[in-house]
Every structure is written in C-alpha cells, then in structure tokens.
C-alpha cells in the first residue's frame, strides 16, 4: 500500500490566522494614547502655570514687575554669560576632539577620557573647589570660567564621537583639489559638526538658565538665584512668579535659536560606503604646545576639586567624618534616586514605545512637550508644583510623591532618549509573532520588546538617578521636613562656610557621578563604532 502525502498548504488555515492576528495588533494596546496624553499634560503643568499665574497676576501688575531695573540686569548677566561661555565652550571642545580623534598626540585615549570625566564633578562642587581655593573669585568673570570647566563635556562628547563617524574620503577628495589643511577643516569638517555643536551648545546654555549652586557660590545674580532668593523670602510672592515667566520665555528663545542654526541641511552619505580610520595628522614640532591644551584643561577642570577636596578632607581630620550623618544622607539620597528614576522611566515608556510604534503628529506634539518641558530649570518645575500643592492639594505639598513628580517632570527626556533607542532595536516582528501565538498585546509587550530593551532602560534608570543624586534646588524647596540628601547636606555646610565639613558629601557625590560619566564616554564611542 503506497501512502501518498499531501503537502500541508497553509493557504487553508491562513484565512482565520490572519483574522486573529489582525484582531490583535490592529489597534494594540489602545490604552498606551490617553496615559501619554495624561503625561505630557502633567509634564506641561510648569508652562501653564506660568501662564496662569500671570494672569492671575494682572497684566499691569505683570508688566510693572516685568519691565522693572532688576529684570533688565538679570537679562544682561544672562545674555554676557550665555555669550561668552558657549563660544569658549565650542573652541575648545573642537580643539579637545581634534587633538584625541584626529591627531598623534601622546596619550590620545588617556586625553579623551579625561575631557569627559569633569562630569563627575557636580557644578556646584566644582564653584565650592574654586571658591574655597581663591575667596576673591566671584562676579561674570568667575561664573564663565567655573561654567566652562564644568560644562565643556556636553560639546566635547558630541563633537568628538561625530569626528570619529566622517568620512575620511571627503576631506580627501577636498586635499586633492588643492586645498591647505585649515580651509579642509572649514569647509569640509566644520559644516557636518553644526548638529553637535548645535545640539552641545543648547544643552550647556540651558544648563547656565537652570543652575543655581554655581552662580550663587560665586555670587553671580541670575534668573535661577533671584527665583530662589524670592521664594525664600516672600514664598509665592508675584515676583518670583514673573521671574520665572522670564526664564522660561529665554529658555524657549535658545531652543528656537538652536533650532532656526540647525537648519534643515542633511550630512548623511547616500550608502554606507567603507568604514576606514583617519590617518592621525602628525603634530611634529607642535606637539608640546599641543599637549598644554589638554593638560591645562585637565589640570584646572580636575586638579583643582581634586587638591581643593584633598586639602579640607586632611584639614578636616577624621572629626568631618560624621557616620551618622553622612549615611543617614546617604540613604535617603538613594532613596530618592532608585524611587524617582524607576517613576521617571516608567512614565517615559508610553511615549517611547508610541514613538516608534505608532509615529504620527499626535506622537510628535506629544513627545516635543515632554523635551521642552525637560529644557526648563528645576526651579520653576519646583516653583509650579509648591504653588499648585498650596492652592490646591495642601495635602501633598512638602511630601515625597511632589518631589518625585519634579524629578519625572525634570529627568523624563533621559529616560525617553535611552527608552526609544532600545524599543527601536527591537523588532515589531516579535510582537507580533509573540501576538499571533495567543499573547495579549500587554503580554508580548513585557515578554519581548522590555526584556529586549532592559539594557537600554537600565541605562537611562542610571542617569535618572545620577540626575537626581546630584539634584540641588528642586529638592530644596520640594524635600519633606526633615530630608537632608547629600547635596542638601553639603550645601547647608558650605553655606555656613564649613568647607571641611562639606568635603565628604562632596567626594561621596563625585563618586557616586563616576559611572554616570563611563557611562556617557562607552555609549559615545559605541554610537560611534568604537
């Protein structure tokens, strides 16, 4: 008996199949839109505020407290100080990258890494090194120079890891038709940094607009300090509102500035063409001279909180180190990290997974509020949630859900950054495999795309919660009664001009931003193809 066997057709089950699967991810987890809406809404809380509070103000009340001396003060030490330190930033991080990425200077990767690491170093502990090491620096001249030490590696970060992606063919074909190496560099480089230069400059100019502890250890006037002198003296006084009106209008003035030097030129090749590594320009007789920059940058960025740091904690004897203390700060400083980073990202993953999931103008609208949202100083984000606590909810005002809802608020865009990354590399044909053999949407989302993404959501946990750890003017007018974290700790004492006393919450902090700042340094040179 011959046995005939009939090829298995899928055609004949495919019908109902394909029903069931369309059933599924036609509209998956229709639930994720309104928590997203819900969320940038609560993240556009600080803009209406400011909008609301101004009209509650009254518009001649406003404008009397608006278009008054102090005001036109705070704008110039603003504009001078955005001024002056963005372009010393540009010049030297494009000096740093091209010495460590392009050039044979001795110790490249030494040099690298050390153009990255002031980032461990909190601003405001980088003001107290200076501060403590020469009492007489203050004013605009000691506010862009601490600024520049502390904020260059947001310009070197980039511009270096986009040094390290050009193509080498173009500089080449550039040298072929003549052209000296410096007018190669103008033409030819510089053009295909104006996303990183533009993208480093913004971040560091919002960080000057959002900066407190720096600016007012060496008692230099800003929107940041006047808000926070205000709040402090008068509570919700209209002042302090309208100030904070101010820094917001300047903060979204930078970002349409940013916007409008970035254009819409496109620097992509068209294929992938061959990887090839530059062939390092030799320095010869230049490079002594050369090696200063980086040296003189390390030196002043590094040395200096380094010996400053060094010389209270040996002045200091073991008497500074108060255990009781210090690990009580500790631990609600963890605390608060490890609950605010989980709250933050959990919060980013709607919008992530819409972004890439579901794209579309209601994703975009959505997304570029919780990035604009993200670009305000914490001390109206602060300044928002305690107006609306008293007004409204009394109950929650000082508590640690308000606290956590600012850094949320604060810190989502590193989540989101992070979260999207990863979503993306994971492929929608798992979630849909995963939806076609019986999963809910729910299910395949957590058994496929977050265990997918967990690497990349560990990471933006990770600088949430260094974020927070070094977080100074938002915990300080939100923190329950009795908090005391390390930055708070640190800040109480070097007020009180108790710098032994300060020096161990400030090295517990820097080491505690050492894996923020490896972390930053790997996921440039591995976005970088290194």
């Not at 390390?298 to 200096?304: N, Q």
């Not at 990349?456 to 974020?467: D, K, Q, S």
Request: contains cysteine; hydrophobic residues 55%; glycine residues 6%.
């Amino acid at each position: 008996m011959s046995i005939v066997r009939t090829p298995l057709r899928s055609e004949s089950f495919r019908p109902l199949v394909k029903r069931d699967f369309l059933r599924r991810t036609r509209n998956p987890m229709p639930w994720m839109v309104p928590i997203a809406v819900i969320i940038a809404l609560l993240t556009l809380l600080p803009l209406g505020f400011v909008v609301w509070i101004t009209v509650q103000t009254g518009w001649n009340t406003a404008i009397a407290l608006i278009f008054r001396p102090r005001i036109g003060e705070l704008l110039l030490n603003t504009v001078l100080l955005v001024a002056i330190t963005v372009p010393l930033c540009v010049l030297l991080a494009i000096a740093l990258a091209w010495l460590t990425e392009r050039s044979d200077i001795p110790g490249a990767r030494i040099w690298a890494w050390l153009s990255v690491a002031p980032l461990a170093v909190p601003a405001f502990v980088q003001s107290y090194a200076w501060v403590s090491l020469i009492p007489s620096l203050h004013g605009l001249f000691g506010g862009v120079l601490v600024s520049v030490l502390a904020y260059l590696p947001f310009l070197y970060l980039p511009v270096s890891a986009t040094l390290r992606r050009l193509d080498p063919g173009l500089e080449e074909a550039a040298a072929s038709l003549g052209q000296p190496p410096w007018q190669v560099f103008w033409h030819v480089v510089l053009p295909q940094l104006r996303l990183a230069l533009c993208g480093g400059s913004l971040l560091i100019a919002l960080h000057l607009l959002a900066e407190y502890g720096l600016f007012a250890m060496i008692r230099f006037d800003t929107f940041t300090t006047a808000i926070f002198d205000q709040f402090q003296s008068t509570y919700s006084g209209a002042a302090a509102h309208m100030l904070a009106g101010v820094l917001v209008m300047c903060c979204l003035a930078l970002l349409a500035i940013e916007a409008a030097f970035r254009g819409g030129a496109r620097y992509a090749r068209i294929g992938s063409g061959a990887a090839r590594a530059h062939s390092p320009k030799r320095l010869g007789p230049m490079t002594l001279p050369c090696l200063l920059v980086p040296l003189l940058t390390t030196s002043l960025a590094l040395g200096v909180p380094f010996v400053t740091l060094t010389g209270w904690l040996i002045a200091g004897g073991a008497d500074i180190w108060q255990v009781t203390e210090i690990g009580r700060a500790l631990g609600q400083t963890l605390l608060l990290a490890v609950a605010g980073a989980i709250l933050t990202t959990f919060a980013a993953i709607p919008m992530a997974w819409l972004s890439i999931r579901r794209p579309g103008r209601l994703q975009r609208v959505l997304e570029a509020s919780n990035y604009i949202v993200g670009a305000l100083p914490g001390v109206v984000i602060a300044l928002a949630l305690a107006t609306v606590t008293v007004r409204v909810a009394l109950t929650l005002y000082q508590t640690a859900a308000t606290l956590l809802v600012a850094y949320a608020l604060m810190f989502v865009p590193r989540a989101l950054v992070s979260l999207r990354a990863s979503i993306a590399q994971a492929p929608l044909e798992l979630e849909q495999a995963a939806a076609s053999l019986g999963r809910s949407p729910i299910q395949a989302l957590w058994a496929v795309t977050i265990r997918l993404a967990a690497p990349g959501a560990t990471a933006g946990t990770a600088l949430v919660a260094l974020g927070i750890v070094n977080e100074l003017t938002a915990t300080q007018m939100l923190a329950p009664t009795g908090t005391r974290t390390l930055a708070m700790a640190f800040w109480s004492l070097s007020g009180e001009i108790d710098y032994a006393g300060a020096a161990p919450y400030a090295v517990i902090m820097v080491l505690f931003s050492l894996p923020l700042t490896w972390l930053l340094y790997t996921q440039s040179k591995r976005w970088a193809g290194r």
